[in-house]
């Protein structure tokens, strides 16, 4: 009995349109499988590089047919003229037709070949039609092809066997050509559908599964107003769905300059979160994903990943009518693209994305706005709080001061020549005089962010305006045994300037030195100018302002505590004014203290002076 696969063949004459071959008697199969190989030999082969030897020494049925049809018939029949007259028929309509004499020779085809329909005889020897066809059933590779039972046996009790086997048709002997194309036509067409149905189900059900998958993570990322964990939840859940390799968000900053992975969920490539790239390195790729245009590639970029890793990548990008924010992307190996349902699925999730951090950043924004609110409320209060004291202070004293005056205009005649008389008369000019200056530097601060936009600026000669303006203070330094300095610069210096805020800058700054200078002590005023800008120095003697204290001196009402040796007191406004005034004049101020002395420098930028 031969046991090897028949080869593909070319028929030598065109059979009858009928078989008139019936299903042979049992004992007569030796004698028929014992002529096969001479039989065989009035068919001749194509070319012997087509029909190679399996490993089981049998031949293989391989062929390559120009048809008009795609469909592939496996033919499995032990009688030579059976196949003959079927397989040239097949192939005249078309079919691409392979061939297989016994059970284990159509198994081994049918695991191998996948063909679309299997023709299949009944009754063989070693394994029969039915038992093949149980173990193409029972394979899960092969379950779905469609089998058709070729016998002579007509009884009832055989056509439900097969049935029962997994059979979809059974065609009696002899056989009707144009039957059996009628019924390899129904059930391909047939086979086609179900095939179609399935797809379409399996797409169905993957759409119905992303969109509950969207639903899902759109419910995680939108019940929270984090936008750490928005960004987390998002990777994570689509990079498990997906079965991403990595799943990573990047976000632009305000500009669009560069673009970091603020978060990335990675399974088997190497981690970048907290990586930046400047949009400018890479024109072409972020043009499209700027233009909100995703993007699929399988390319190795060094400068884009590091470690060089060549992957297929998917970038859809994070926008919303407001602008871009940043883009989704998803990373597989090279060998593995993004379906079109894929990409959907990653376009609704950056939208998403894109909702929930807009969500994120506008309640951070509203909780930042509430705290800056909630400052200036108490700022408010404070404010309030310190502008009552000291407007209450004078008043006091003034009226303390009207008491005693009072008392003496009773009880004295002559109550002018009184010393008491005098210092009650020094109360009230000081007293008044101090309101009238808490009075002007409020009104000052209230008006000073209007000011900036009346300023008259003219050109300043330091080199002659700094000691006109010093005149007073250098008799006031002299009686508070003071000694006043001036170092002015050689070369002339000319800033662009409103001289009456440079005057009121220097005064006050003038005024604190005085005020906390010891007897003794020096005050110097000194000019300089460097490649970037003039700069004017105030520094006094004698006194020490701590670091902790230096940041502070600027604020509303701050004083430094027990530093004032004349007792001259003050509004706690000046160091305030003076940092305003300085930056409407486009100039900085800083303050350097230790070694007993203190420094104020007033910088003013060489592209706003004129030398």
């Known amino acids: 009995m031969l046991t090897y ?158 049935f029962k086997l997994g059979g979809v048709d059974y065609i ?16 391909l067409t047939l086979q086609k559908m179900r095939r179609t149905l399935a797809a379409q189900n399996q797409e169905l059900q993957q759409a119905l599964n992303f969109e509950a998958l969207v639903r899902r993570i759109t419910n995680k990322i939108r019940d929270s107003l984090d936008e750490s964990y928005i960004l987390r939840t998002a990777a994570q859940e689509l990079g498990e769905v997906l079965h991403l390799s990595s799943c990573q968000i990047e ?15 990675s399974i088997t490539l190497p981690q970048c979160q907290g990586e930046s790239r400047k949009v400018s390195d890479f024109p072409e790729l972020y ?11 399988v390319e190795k970029i060094p400068q884009f990943d590091p470690q060089g890793i060549q992957v297929t990548r998917l970038a859809c990008p994070i926008f919303d009518d407001r602008g871009i924010i940043g883009n989704l992307w998803g990373l597989r190996p090279p060998g593995e693209v993004f379906t079109e349902l894929e990409i959907k699925l990653m376009q609704q999730m950056a939208s998403q994305c894109a909702i929930a951090i807009r969500q994120a950043r506008l309640y951070a924004a509203s909780n930042q706005q509430i705290e800056e609110l ?16 000291e407007l209450r202070a004078p008043m006091s004293s003034i009226q303390l001061a009207a008491q005693t005056m009072e008392t003496l205009l009773v009880n004295k005649a002559d ?17 008044c005089q101090r309101q009238k200056q808490l009075l002007d530097d409020l009104l000052t601060l209230c008006y000073v962010d209007a000011k900036a936009k009346t300023i008259a600026p003219e050109l300043v000669d330091l080199h002659l305006w700094i000691p006109e303006l010093t005149q007073l203070f250098f008799r006031r330094t002299q009686n508070q045994q003071q000694e006043l300095i001036l170092e002015l610069s050689k070369e002339k ?17 003038l005024n604190n030195a005085c005020k906390y200078t010891p007897a003794d002590g020096k005050i110097t005023i000194q000019t300089t100018a460097d490649p970037q800008a003039i700069s004017l120095c105030i520094t006094n003697t004698g006194v020490e302002i701590p670091p902790e204290e230096q940041e502070l001196i600027f604020n509303q009402f701050y004083r430094i505590p027990n530093n004032d040796p004349w007792q001259y007191g003050g509004t706690g406004l000046g160091l305030t004014l003076v940092k305003k005034l300085a930056q409407i004049l486009e100039a900085s101020i800083d303050v350097e203290s230790g070694n007993q002395r203190t420094i104020f420098c007033i910088r003013f930028p060489k592209q706003i002076n004129c030398s």
């Open 287 to 297: 043009r499209q994903l700027l233009q909100k245009i995703p993007i699929q590639l």
């Open 493 to 509: 210096l000319e800033i662009l300037v409103d001289p009456l805020i440079l005057e009121r800058i220097i005064r006050e700054l």
């Open 5 to 162: 696969q028949k080869p593909l063949f070319m028929p030598t004459s065109v059979a009858n349109a009928k078989l008139m071959e019936t299903e042979p008697e049992e004992g007569s199969r030796d004698r028929k499988q014992q002529s096969f190989a001479r039989e065989i030999k009035n068919f001749s082969p194509l070319s012997d590089d087509i029909i190679p030897k399996s490993q089981t020494g049998k031949l293989t049925v391989a062929k390559s047919h120009q048809a008009n049809n795609s469909e592939v018939i496996l033919l499995v029949d032990d009688t030579p003229n059976n196949l003959q007259v079927l397989f040239s028929y097949l192939e005249e309509q078309g079919f691409k037709v392979l061939l297989a004499e016994d059970g284990e020779s159509a198994l081994q085809i049918a695991q191998s070949q996948a063909p679309d329909l299997i023709l299949l005889d009944v009754l063989m020897p070693e394994i029969d039609g039915f038992e093949t066809c149980r173990q193409l059933k029972a394979q899960s590779s092969t379950k779905d092809i469609p089998v058709i039972f070729l016998t002579a046996l007509s009884e009832t009790v055989n056509k439900v066997q097969g």
């Open 172 to 187: 009696t002997k002899p056989i009707e050509q144009e039957e059996v194309l009628a019924r390899i036509q129904t059930h």
């Open 415 to 431: 109550p002018k020549n009184s010393p008491t008389f005098k210092r009650v008369l020094k109360i009230f000019h000081e007293s």
């Open 251 to 265: 976000l632009y900053d305000s500009e669009q300059i560069t673009a970091t992975i603020a978060y990335e969920h």
């Open 374 to 389: 909630a400052k200036l409320n108490q700022l408010k209060d404070d404010f309030l709080k310190t502008i009552s004291h």
